[in-house]
């Protein structure tokens, strides 16, 4: 087995669709359809306070739910310090999202189809010197509105909030944000700050998904609530 194949995260909707995860991610995918009735919610950005708390596990396990539920969705993985979602759906990640925004590729040649039918993956590409100022840039804006033109669901990945600004600027060209605490990791003030720093840019919070939270000690699922 490759390096590449040893590093393929776990992917509970597909592995396991019966699971009470599962299950967990077709509730979020449902609470966020009905988040909203006069506004629309297409572009969605995931974060978390800090790292390793589960995030980018989160929003591939809800872009396959998406997915599944016959919407053509687009995952971007927008973490260019850290980039993970080549790994989990086995893509190359030659050319990505900085090679768009420093123009050394066209958007079309670096969206990747997946094995998961109506999911594409924009993997982050190689890691630049300047993540932050690409991300804040006209070219970043003008390239998320053709995608909206071109997807039903957009899902993004960023950066943990409290560690960079990056975050704060994707939730300006975001229909809404996800937050994911680690239970019993992050401390509440540390989650509330994460939250502020969000709300501070205008972000639309969705919600926060509680992650790892333990029902019994053979189990673990995902939580998710509107946030306030």
């Keep these: 087995m490759s390096r590449l194949q040893n590093k393929k995260r ?45 995030k980018s596990t989160v929003i591939s396990n809800l872009a396959v739910t998406y997915a599944q539920d016959e919407r053509k969705v687009l995952l971007i993985d927008a973490d260019m310090r850290k980039p993970t979602g080549h790994r989990t759906f086995q893509l190359s990640n030659r050319a990505g999202l900085s090679s768009v925004l420093s123009h050394q590729s066209d958007l079309e040649e670096v969206i ?15 890691i630049p010197p300047n993540p932050s100022e690409m991300l804040n840039s006209k070219r970043m804006g003008s390239m998320m509105q053709l995608l909206r033109e071109q997807f039903d669901i957009i899902l993004i990945d960023t950066p943990p909030v409290l560690a960079v600004t990056d975050a704060q600027l994707i939730a300006s060209n975001s229909d809404g944000v996800l937050l994911v605490i680690h239970s019993g990791k992050v401390k509440k003030d540390i989650a509330i700050k994460a939250k502020e720093n969000l709300l501070r840019v205008n972000a639309r919070m969705l919600g926060v998904i509680l992650n790892n939270v333990k029902r019994k000690a053979s189990e673990e699922y995902y939580y998710y609530y509107y946030g306030s």
């Design 10 to 54: 776990h992917l509970n909707v597909l592995t396991n669709s019966h699971s009470p995860i599962a299950e967990a991610y077709r509730s979020l995918r449902t609470n966020i359809d009905f988040s909203s009735v006069d506004e629309k919610t297409q572009v969605i950005m995931v974060t978390s306070a800090g790292p390793e708390e589960g």
């Design 112 to 126: 990747q189809e997946t094995e998961v039918s109506n999911l594409y993956v924009l993997t982050a590409g190689p």
